[in-house]
């Protein structure tokens, strides 16, 4: 049976048990005061004319008619309880509809259910809500793919043609051949390792540990540092110790993306980079920012997806592959924490990731 079927027959029912209810009452009420028996008196002599039974008379007159109320009643709760169950499943119809829409790969459709806030209304707003998310989800993870077989696409369309040179022209010289390819094809595995680390970080298949974010920034900055001096970039780093939770790979993999994006992305000479480490009550914060080209806030706003990049596209060995701050925005997800992209007055960008932070090992160090 249907859910409006049983709920048709739910409340014929629970009427019908009222109605018996009531007439029961009415039947116990009225032998109260009627008397199993009454003399009849003639009223020309005064005189007895005999013994009438009037509660059987009673019955005779009442079940009729009792069964009458009931049999409407049935009929009243049959026809209105299927008005009624109608009426109140509406709401969930639309929601069914739409799940059918979405399951057959529309997730554009919303409910918008209208009326004033109830149960199916808070339903059917979060389910809006969901297939809004759900929307965008599949369109970041269709760029994403789109993306990623263009970049991946890219080194071996480039080893393909040095390839086809190499075989056109055999007196090419082989030692700068070998040499591009080796390029190519160390750009091919950072991009291949750059993407499974996304996919692990996303997956969140790690077992949380204490880690300390200003041991990490120390890490990060003094692998990077030779970096930093061949570009002239100078690093300075300050801070508190910041206990948090999580996987130290992971969060030492994100200092370093945000570290060497700052370094890379910076000016020509002279610039700087500040790494600082910050407690707070209920959270931990590490701040990179760098100086560097004027960067707006629409522009820092899209650095997180995959494959962007601060600046147009750069071929040196350290352009990167356009996933750091993806990777980054990833794993703090991963670990229920924040991150903030501000644009600094002057130049450069200021990022920040928030952490939860923990009371364990506050005084280590």
Do not use: C
């Not at 008397?35 to 013994?51: C, E, K, Q, T, W």
């Not at 049999?71 to 299927?82: H, R, Y």
């Not at 993306?257 to 914060?285: C, D, F, K, M, Y």
């Amino acid at each position: 049976m249907s859910v409006r079927l049983k709920l048709t027959l739910s409340y014929a029912g629970f009427l019908m048990v009222a109605g018996i209810l009531l007439l029961g009452a009415v039947w116990v009420f009225l032998l109260r005061y009627v008397p199993d028996r009454a003399m009849l008196i003639n009223p020309d002599d005064g005189f007895s004319g005999g013994v009438f039974p009037v509660r059987s008379a009673l019955l005779d007159v009442f079940a009729p008619r009792a069964a009458a109320v009931l049999a409407f009643l049935l009929l009243f709760g049959l026809v209105g309880g299927w008005i009624l169950a109608g009426r109140m499943l509406a709401p969930l119809t639309r929601i069914t509809d739409a799940t059918r829409t979405a399951t057959h790969g529309s997730l554009s459709h919303r409910i918008r259910l209208p009326g004033r806030k109830d149960e199916f209304r808070e339903l059917a707003d979060a389910f809006d809500v969901m297939l809004e998310r759900l929307e965008a989800h599949v369109a970041e993870q269709r760029r994403f793919a789109a993306n990623a077989s263009h970049e991946l696409r890219t080194p071996l369309a480039i080893s393909k043609a040095l390839l086809d040179v190499a075989r056109t022209d055999p007196r090419r010289d082989t030692a700068e051949l070998l040499e591009r390819l080796q390029a190519v094809n160390t750009r091919a595995i950072d991009l291949t390792e750059a993407l499974l680390l996304l996919s692990r970080a996303d997956q969140r298949s790690f077992t949380p540990e204490f880690v300390d974010l200003s041991l990490l920034a120390e890490e990060a900055t003094e692998t990077l540092l030779p970096l930093a001096d061949r570009r002239g970039v100078t690093i300075e780093t300050s801070g508190d110790i910041t206990p948090t939770t999580g996987s130290p790979t992971l969060l030492l993999q994100l200092t370093t993306n945000l570290v060497h994006n700052a370094i890379v992305h910076n000016l020509p000479e002279q610039g700087t980079v500040r790494v600082t480490t910050t407690r707070r009550p209920e959270s931990v914060l590490l701040t990179v920012e760098n100086t560097g080209e004027q960067v707006t806030a629409e522009r820092a706003a899209t650095l997180t997806e995959p494959f962007q990049r601060g600046t147009e596209r750069v071929h040196t060995d350290h352009a990167g592959v356009g996933l750091g701050l993806a990777i980054v925005k990833t794993i703090t997800h991963a670990h229920n924490g924040t991150l903030t992209l501000t644009p600094r007055p002057a130049g450069g960008i200021r990022i920040t990731v928030e952490l939860p932070a923990t009371g364990a090992h506050t005084d280590a160090g």
